[in-house]
């Protein structure tokens, strides 16, 4: 089975990011690679949920991490078990045919009951050398049947004990070993057969497809004695017989197991006492098994980076991943790899506008569901078409996109921003500050910047008290040099910049006043924090140390 390749934006993914996602897995889809699965991070954010709903695509996977996983490794479909009731002959040819040490043992609801191994035959053997064990058996009918292949000449109703005994004696003196319920294996003497009725015999198990006299199934019938005529010889039907325990019988029912979601870190040491165990999801069933061999086995998850390339934005786990290519509109910068890459960044407005000339390279024609989820994160990474990062291929992709979706631009833009500005008041002011939130690292100093883009600035300016204290905190608790969050009015083009950190550094370097709070800024036309503000986190540095060095 061939390895998924996820692609994936950056953590907290926007609409850029899942429609590029979405619409760069299509294309590989189409081109062939069907193993290919579009993923985002986080929650679904308000406006992302609208044009998914408008397009009526279902939201790519959750995905939270890269980590390799149990999924990621474990063997699905057709894993070896046996049932809990299933004769313990049938559990060991099993294991003998399939080459297993061990499997789990599941009840007809298909949950994990316990485990069977080779260990536990080896101990039922032993345990049958025990004085106190020697001709005791978990008995049970069916599986008796079974196991002996036998045809059933009378069904018997008399209840079934746990003793087996070998008629190969005078009659009289084979009556006194007899006891309740027991289980007699015997060949065709009659006298023998009806003794044991007699004295209270549970079955009889008539070996060598031997005739049974009349008389014999007269009497067994008549005291509820079931009569079994099997083509094995009495040495073989014994050992059958030890072999149609139920496999529950000797199961090991303390046993280890994992979830498919688990990480290998944490299952690799329990496989390196237990050496396999089963897979469970989270109502107990098997899903499936694992065990040291499928570690050799084991791959990294195949990843496929969209809208970013910086190993802070990404989702957790990205070192421990396969990378396989990168597709981005911003700066280059510290996403490394073992061997060479897919790598396309341009700048651009957004992903999307890189994705359609990549269907137009290939030739493959922009499905509508597509070319409105691209359009939206187009519309939504370039302020509708207004921000200073928007080039003129933007809005000739634009007008492509919105003509295959049959959209208007400008009122696709305006609804979507509507529905992310909607559920502003009712956000938490953490979540308010990093649902589009990035960390920039430039030298020795860490910068954090968060942005909100709206039609409603009043809607979050009137909570600023409350967002310094978290941005206070947020601060504090990741050392960061300065965080930065941006509330940009995508109507007027003007931003306030709420500062936490190096507020008269960031003054200067924008040439503007603080406001009378102390920690903000309102600046005309700073819309794009990639463009406009990024860039300028080198001088803020600069200055940072410079006063440093000064003090």
């Not at 101990?123 to 008796?144: I, S, T």
């Not at 396989?324 to 651009?348: N, Q």
């Not at 996109?401 to 559920?423: K, N, P, S, V």
Request: net charge negative.
């Amino acid at each position: 089975m061939a390895r998924p390749v996820y692609v994936i934006g950056h953590k907290n993914s926007d609409m850029d990011s899942v429609a590029s996602a979405y619409a760069y897995a299509h294309l590989l889809q189409m081109q062939g690679e069907e193993q290919t699965i579009a993923a985002r991070h986080g929650e679904l954010k308000p406006e992302i949920r609208f044009v998914l709903n408008r397009f009526q695509v279902e939201p790519p996977e959750a995905l939270e991490d890269v980590h390799l996983q149990v999924r990621d490794v474990m063997a699905r479909g057709g894993v070896i078990s046996a049932y809990v009731d299933q004769p313990l002959l049938e559990a060991g040819q099993l294991l003998q045919k399939h080459n297993h040490r061990s499997m789990p043992v599941i009840g007809r609801d298909k949950k994990v009951y316990g485990i069977i191994s080779n260990t536990d035959f080896a101990k039922l053997f032993f345990n049958e050398l025990d004085p106190q064990c020697v001709n005791r058996v978990a008995l049970h009918r069916d599986n008796l049947v079974r196991v002996l292949k036998g045809r059933v000449l009378v069904e018997g109703r008399r209840p079934l004990g746990d003793r087996v005994l070998v008629g190969a004696m005078e009659a009289q003196t084979m009556a006194r070993y007899i006891e309740q319920g027991s289980v007699v294996v015997m060949g065709d003497r009659e006298d023998a057969q009806l003794a044991a009725i007699e004295r209270g015999a549970a079955v009889l198990v008539i070996t060598g497809n031997l005739l049974v006299s009349e008389r014999t199934l007269a009497s067994a019938h008549k005291h509820g004695v079931m009569v079994i005529s099997t083509g094995h010889h009495t040495f073989t039907t014994v050992r059958l017989i030890n072999l149609s325990i139920s496999t529950q019988d000797i199961m090991d029912r303390e046993f280890d197991f994992c979830h498919p979601e688990d990480y290998m870190s944490d299952v690799q040491p329990l496989l390196a006492r237990r050496q396999s165990m089963p897979i469970v999801d989270h109502e107990g069933k098997l899903v499936g098994y694992i065990s040291r061999a499928d570690l050799i086995n084991a791959r990294p998850k195949r990843v496929i980076l969209v809208d970013h390339n910086e190993r802070s934005q990404a989702v957790d786990g990205i070192e421990e991943a396969e990378l396989l290519g990168v597709i981005d509109h911003h700066r280059v910068a510290d996403v490394y790899t073992t061997k060479p890459i897919m790598f396309r960044v341009e700048p651009v407005g957004c992903t999307g506008t890189i994705i359609v000339e990549l269907y137009h390279e290939a030739r493959v024609a922009i499905p509508r569901e597509v070319a409105g989820l691209l359009l939206a994160g187009l519309l939504y990474d370039t302020l509708i078409l207004r921000s200073p990062t928007c080039t003129a291929l933007d809005k000739r992709v634009a007008a492509e996109l919105a003509t295959i979706a049959g959209e208007d631009i400008e009122q696709l833009g305006r609804e979507m921003f509507a529905a992310a500005t909607a559920h502003l008041a009712e956000k938490k002011a953490e979540a308010l500050l990093t649902s589009d939130f990035k960390e920039f690292t430039v030298r020795d100093n860490t910068f954090a910047i968060g942005t909100v883009e709206t039609t409603s600035p009043a809607m979050i300016e009137k909570r600023i008290p409350e967002l310094y204290v978290t941005m206070q905190r947020i601060a504090q608790e990741h050392n960061y040099t300065s965080f930065l969050f941006m509330i940009v009015n995508i109507i007027t083009m003007q931003c306030r910049l709420l500062i936490w950190g190096a507020e008269h550094v960031v003054a200067n370097v924008l040439a503007v006043p603080l406001e009378s709070d102390g920690h903000s800024v309102v600046v005309e036309g700073l819309v794009s924090r990639k463009k406009q503000l990024v860039p300028l986190l080198g001088r803020i540095q600069a200055a940072i140390g410079e006063k440093r060095s000064n003090t």
